[in-house]
């Protein structure tokens, strides 16, 4: 089965329409929620729980989402799609086009590895190849400390994860190699418990949309549960 949903992107979060419902697409999250009960996808009715692993619900997330990103003040979506639902589909991303397109299990790029990982692969920061998984929840790419040594901080930014809640990491600028495309990018630097997160997958990078969008395409796999 083959299906199609346009998008809009929000500083560089993705909001899908499915059927009518506003639905973030989060690799990187384990399990979905929202303000509905039950999200019809790919055909499958799915039923929703409205906090995400009993800690916090959508209207908290949106706020800390417009408080601490970039995110316009308008930002508004109802469902929180994660791994759980989207286990075993290929996920295309026409970032010009703002089409998903979700198809059953295929061949996306990079490897995949045991366990709910989107996109398993590998990137270049600063020269050195660095094993990385793909968040699409995620506005900005993160590297773990140990992976920053030696580099320049260039500044803080704000950003919000709802586990963690507001957070404030380093800023360093590097080149960043990517399925053939290179250019210099202001990444940050995960703070203790991200990079706890991080490395607790097996990886070292996290790579969000700053680094996806400019691609034009984003073909990735996610593995079946």
Known sequence: MKAKYPFRVDAGHVVLDVEGVKVLLDTGAQVSFGRVPALTFMGETHQLSQK????????????????????????????LLGLDILAGRTLSL???????TVEGPGTGFGTT???PLPGTTTVGIGGAQLDAFIDTGAWR?????????????????????????????????????????????????????????????????????????????????????
């Not at 408080?67 to 003040?73: D, E, M």
Request: glycine content about 12%; charged content about 20%; hydrophobic content about 45%.
């Open 113 to 115: 590895k045991d366990g």
């Open 141 to 225: 790419t993160y590297l773990v400390p140990e992976g920053a040594e030696g580099m320049v901080r260039t500044g803080t930014f704000q950003d919000y994860n709802p586990i963690f809640g507001a957070i404030e990491p380093d800023l360093v600028e590097v080149d960043v190699d990517f399925q053939g495309h290179r250019a210099p990018l202001a990444i940050g630097v995960a703070t203790s418990e991200l990079a706890r997160a991080i490395r607790g997958v097996g990886a070292k990078v996290l790579i969000g949309t700053d680094i996806l969008i400019p691609m034009g395409k984003t073909v990735m796999e996610i593995p079946a549960k």
């Open 52 to 79: 995400c692993l009993g800690h916090f619900t959508m209207a908290e997330l949106i706020e800390g989402l417009r408080r601490n990103t970039p995110v316009s003040p308008t930002l508004e979506f109802d469902v």
């Open 94 to 100: 026409d970032w010009v086009g703002n089409v998903l």
